[in-house]
């Protein structure tokens, strides 16, 4: 079965305090795997897609890497407006559909 | 991106009644999803909505709970019936992008509360 899981569940951080979120999961021929922010009272939004081991995506202070059982998303520097949690989802080769992990809320403190 | 918009964007309703919402999308898209977000919860997916065909749900999901209609391809709702306080949660509603990067994008949801 299909299976994604974050770590941790919460992470706090002072602003200038870098860490990295894992996402890893288990799926039967890895189609893409998605990282999304969610703020409180609003829907997922997109922040990555990678497709194969070895692969980068960076935006601002936000750092995407894959490996072929987990994905880390790397925050350098935060600020306070990085607070949200983040999700991490996976879809298969031959799906349309995308799974969930639980998602890691981020607080960084100023 | 799509500009995907949903309504209502929160309700209120009494146990035993209905509630339709609906979700418009700013360009035509093959492929819209149906989530559930339970208080505190990651998003489970309730159902595939294409253009012409009946529906696809997931398991735990049956289309007399959770009907939904994809009448063209800019729009399509969800109605939650015979609703009770198990049915308070977020939903959302996504679209998935053509072109082969299979990326979804999402509507801000519909936060429910049943009494």
């Known amino acids: 079965e299909d299976q994604v899981t974050q770590s941790p569940e919460a992470l706090r951080l002072q602003e200038g305090e870098s860490s990295s979120l894992n996402c890893s999961y288990t799926?039967?021929?890895?189609?893409?795997l998605f990282w999304y922010r969610q703020d409180p009272g609003k829907g997922p939004e997109f922040l990555f897609t990678l497709y194969s081991a070895g692969e980068e995506k960076e935006k601002e202070r936000l750092k995407a890497t894959l490996t072929k059982k987990e994905s880390f998303l790397h925050i350098t520097a935060p600020k306070p407006e990085d607070s949200a949690t983040y999700l991490c989802a996976v879809q298969a080769l031959g799906a349309s559909k995308i799974i969930f992990g639980s998602g890691t809320r981020l607080s960084i403190r100023p | 991106s799509a500009v995907i918009s949903q309504k209502p964007s929160r309700d209120i309703c009494q146990r035993g009644t209905s509630l339709t919402i609906q979700c418009q999308v700013d360009s035509q898209v093959t492929m819209m999803f149906w989530y559930r977000q339970q208080p505190g919860q990651s998003l489970t997916l309730i159902a595939t909505a294409n253009q012409g065909s009946e529906a696809t749900y997931e398991s735990g999901f049956v289309i007399d709970k959770f009907p939904i209609s994809r009448p063209n391809l800019t729009f399509s709702t969800l109605t939650v019936s015979n609703m009770s306080p198990e049915d308070s949660s977020i939903y959302l509603c996504?679209?998935?992008?053509?072109?082969?990067?299979?990326?979804?994008?999402f509507g801000a949801g519909t936060r429910l509360s049943v009494l």
């Open positions: 996504s679209v998935g992008q053509s072109g082969g990067k299979n990326i979804q994008y």
């Open positions: 799926v039967s021929g890895l189609r893409g």
